[in-house]
């Protein structure tokens, strides 16, 4: 359920409430395989105004993350509430030299719940985090420094036993960072009929170093959301992107690939203590990099993380990741989609194979084929799978077929589900007209 109101003066009002009070439940009754194998819930409701460079927020949220299906095995995270004032970066000249200063502030109660481990109903958490930054350039070069200070007081914090503590803790940051732009090498060739009149390549190289310290307690932490993974890091980082921008007859031009490469090496494999041999690891340096764990212990280099992505009349977006410490990949997704006439088609694959302490391995296919579309008038017909390699087990398949006329139209569904406990089979039949209703099971289109 979502919603929003314009409260007039700059206020609005926005809310949406997912709440789910059995995920065994929703396993074995939704319709969805998406449903059944999300396991996360999202309850937020905030007030807004901005202006000029200013911005406050009042946020309520409520986050719920289900382990398994068991009841109570689930990691609840509440705002009740926040309070945020933020600026954006904002420029003004000394001597004609630009700076920029920008600034995040919040204030909250928060709570965090899961099994053996309970904070107090509110715990307080004000964090402050003010930020300057400047550029100087000479000719193709571009160099960025900024520095950035952050206090965040906890009111309640976690012992060297693990447990909880009605032991305020300040965690105090100071942060540099530098980024280098190097100069872009470009090229114009002649394009073929299908790219366009005229295709460039660019390549942009980029290196960024980040220094921060301060941070000698981030074991002590309650972990709540993002905010709280930042940790020490002496790193510096080398990224290059391809690009191929085509331009049309008419003269449009359109991002047509991009393919980039990031690679981070760590001065401090530690992270100042936060990272421990033999366990998942999580930070903010690690997440800023790729959405998949690589910290199972201190390391001095990243995973080299790869995303290329083509954008046409076919979609396509493969990320990866090779691991130096593993010398293999250690994770892949790719997917293709695309339309042609009335056919449609998406297919995707992910397959990770990492340490069994970060990440349980998985190699998952899933396709979507179809013609039409749930509304258009005659036939149409929808098939989807997903299949799960490693465990040869065919988790989810559907298929679909429509029939509509100006003023009605019938739809006839097959479902079978086999995940987990779930092993079943569904078969629907509805039948709508045109301002009046549908008589039968309403179904969620393939389309």
């Not at 047509?256 to 494999?269: A, E, G, I, K, M």
Request: net charge neutral.
């Amino acid at each position: 359920m979502r919603g929003k109101s314009d409260l007039g003066h700059g206020w609005e009002a926005r809310g949406e409430v997912d709440y789910l009070s059995s995920f065994a439940f929703r396993q074995q009754f939704t319709q969805s395989f998406a449903e059944a194998v999300y396991s996360e819930t999202h309850s937020v409701g905030f007030l807004t105004r901005h202006w000029s460079d200013f911005g406050i927020d009042f946020v309520a949220q409520r986050n719920v993350n289900f382990e398994s299906s068991a009841p109570g095995d689930q990691i609840e995270i509440r705002k009740l509430p926040e309070v945020g004032f933020t600026e954006r970066e904002h420029e003004f000249d000394l001597k004609k030299w630009p700076f920029w200063i920008s600034f995040d502030s919040h204030a909250g109660l928060l709570d965090r719940s899961q099994p053996q481990f309970q904070t107090r109903q509110f715990v307080e958490r004000l964090d402050f985090a003010p930020r300057i930054s400047t550029a100087f350039r000479w000719r193709d070069f571009s160099l960025i420094p900024s520095f950035g200070i952050r206090e965040t007081e906890y009111g309640s914090s976690v012992n060297s036993t693990g447990r909880i503590t009605g032991d305020n803790v300040l965690r105090s940051s100071r942060d540099v960072q530098v980024d280098l732009v190097l100069p872009g090498l470009e090229r114009i060739f002649d394009a073929p009929s299908w790219m366009g009149e005229k295709v460039k390549h660019v390549i942009e190289p980029r290196i960024t170093y980040r220094y921060t310290t301060g941070i000698d307690n981030f074991n002590k932490i309650i972990l709540f959301d993002e905010n709280d993974l930042l940790s020490n890091t002496n790193q510096i980082e080398f990224s290059i992107t391809n690009r191929l921008l085509a331009k049309d007859r008419n003269g449009t031009v359109s991002d047509f690939l991009t393919w980039q490469v990031r690679y981070d090496r760590y001065f401090d494999p530690t992270f100042g203590g936060a990272v421990v041999q033999g366990a998942r690891n999580e930070n903010q340096t690690s997440l800023d990099l790729t959405g998949y764990a690589f910290l199972s212990g201190p390391r001095n280099y990243s995973p080299i993380v790869s995303v290329l992505r083509l954008q046409s009349k076919v979609g396509i977006e493969w990320r990866t990741d090779y691991d130096p410490l593993h010398h293999g990949i250690s994770n892949s997704s790719i997917s293709v989609d695309g339309r042609a006439d009335k056919f449609f088609w998406s297919l995707g694959h992910t397959d990770v194979r990492t340490d069994p302490v970060l990440l349980p391995n998985a190699n998952q296919i899933r396709a979507v084929l179809g013609y039409g579309n749930g509304i258009r008038r005659g036939w149409n017909a929808g098939y989807s799978i997903y299949y799960d390699y490693l465990k040869g087990q065919l988790q989810f398949w559907q298929t679909q077929v429509t029939y509509n006329t100006d003023c009605c139209g019938a739809s006839v569904s097959y479902r079978r589900f086999s995940i987990g406990p779930r092993d079943d089979s569904q078969i629907q039949v509805a039948f709508a007209i045109s301002n009046i209703g549908t008589f039968g099971k309403r179904q969620g289109w393939i389309f």
